[in-house]
């Protein structure tokens, strides 16, 4: 492949967005905690960025502050793509691990979005920086996606990534409730599925 990358004779511009392209797929292979709503396997970040993109598109109009649908799927479309280096990491962690998650984040994206032409790189970069940093209404509403899709999943297989981690109905509530930041409507029907799983006793004591 990297043969064909420098005989294509397309100039530096092509080579780095197909090397960049090529990079992706590797996300493809990288396991969530979230299980498919069929129950039959984890769900990979590939899958992930593709369904928060068009929940994205979906879901804009709920946000509490008016978002540009389009910026907000490409925000999704990227956000996990650091994950190819750095992993994903349990939202539900330690504190710790949390930390270190953001120092081999940055290197990830420091290397992942240099493939880029800079022009690009500088695109991606910044959509990425914003996502994290969750000041803006499109960080936020993308963050709320992000926390509610997999909510939806895990009650759709009774609770089973919260089951075999041991996590509580406060935990739970304490991660998610970041959704309300974006969304009080999203917020509002994610906060009525978890207190109807916790009277279904689906969190640890």
């Keep these: 492949m990297e043969e064909a990358l420098d005989t294509a004779g397309e100039g530096e511009r092509l080579r780095r967005q197909l090397r960049f392209v ?3 797929d590797r996300a493809k292979s990288v396991l969530r905690r979230t299980y498919l709503t069929d129950g039959s396997r984890l769900e990979n970040d590939g899958e992930h960025m593709w369904h928060a993109m ?3 598109l979906v879901l804009a109009e709920h946000a509490d502050d008016p978002v540009d649908p389009l910026r907000l799927a490409l925000m999704l479309a990227v956000h996990d793509i650091v994950e190819i280096d750095a992993g994903d990491t349990f939202v539900y962690a330690s504190a710790e691990v949390q930390a270190d998650k953001v120092v081999r984040e940055k290197a990830a ?3 992942i979005f240099g493939l880029l032409p800079e022009d690009q790189r500088d695109t ?3 959509l990425w920086e914003e ?3 969750h000041e803006t209404p499109l960080a936020r509403m993308a963050a709320a996606i992000d926390r509610l899709l997999p909510l939806m999943m895990n009650r759709a297989v009774e609770a089973r990534t919260w089951r075999e981690h041991g996590i509580s ?14 969304s009080s409507t999203l917020w509002s029907f994610a ?3 978890l207190e109807a799983a916790e009277r279904d006793g689906l969190f640890e004591a």
Excluded: D, K, M
């Design 54 to 56: 068009l929940a994205g």
């Design 169 to 182: 109905a406060g935990q739970v509530f304490t991660v998610n409730s970041r959704i309300g930041e974006g």
């Design 22 to 24: 090529l990079e992706l």
């Design 109 to 111: 994206a420091e290397r």
């Design 131 to 133: 996502f994290e940093a």
């Design 191 to 193: 906060r009525a599925v």
């Design 124 to 126: 991606f970069a910044s």
